[in-house]
Each structure stands twice: as C-alpha cells, then as structure tokens.
C-alpha cells in the first residue's frame, strides 16, 4: 500500500480563514485578499503528509481535497453472501413482515 498523498485546493470553496496556510505553510500561500494558493502540484511527501493533512481536516469550508488513488489490491472487498431466500420480503408473505402499501 502506498502512503503517497495527492491533494487539490479548490479556490472557489476557499473563504480565506489562512488555517491551512498556518498547518502547513510549505503547501499554502495566502494571496492579497487571504485565499489560499496551493504551492506545489500537490504530491505531499511523507514527512509532511501529516501536516498537510492537519490542513485538509482543519478547513473549515473542505477546500481542501484528498486525491490519493486506491488501487484495487489496496481495497477490501467485501464477501458477497447468498440471499437469504427463506426471508425474503415479497407480496406473498407481506403479512408476515408487515409491510403495508
Ligand atoms: S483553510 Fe480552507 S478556507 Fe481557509 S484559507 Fe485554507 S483553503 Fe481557504
């Protein structure tokens, strides 16, 4: 599993509180009016992933957006079971479950 972190800023959400610039001033600059300004591509290296993600969680508006990709061998796939036929709720046995239209 990879512990890479990508992130993206979206300027449009920002309300220009400067929390995250405070969390992790390497990755955000303020501009004149106090927007935040993503520095970087947004690839966070591992020694500043927690602060950056200080940053992410702290924003009070969600600017502030996680990209890192899943693979598929990094997911859990849940078991899928068989159906439990005997209690299936249909029309027939409505009145057992009490389902009223
Ligand atoms: S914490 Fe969020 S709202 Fe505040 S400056 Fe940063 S991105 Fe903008």
Request: net charge negative; hydrophobic share 35%; charged share 35%.
């Amino acid at each position: 599993m990879t512990n890479r972190l990508r992130i993206k800023l979206d300027r449009t959400l920002c309300d220009g509180f400067g929390i995250c610039a405070r969390h992790a001033p390497e990755y955000f600059s303020l501009d004149d009016w106090g927007y935040a300004v993503l520095v970087g591509d947004g690839d966070i290296p591992e020694p500043d992933r927690d602060a950056v993600q200080r940053a992410l969680m702290d924003c009070p508006v969600h600017a502030i957006m996680e990209l890192t990709e899943r693979r598929p061998d990094d997911a859990h796939i849940a078991e899928v079971s068989e159906p439990d036929l005997e209690h299936l709720k249909v029309g027939d046995n409505e009145a057992e479950w009490g389902f009223t239209r």
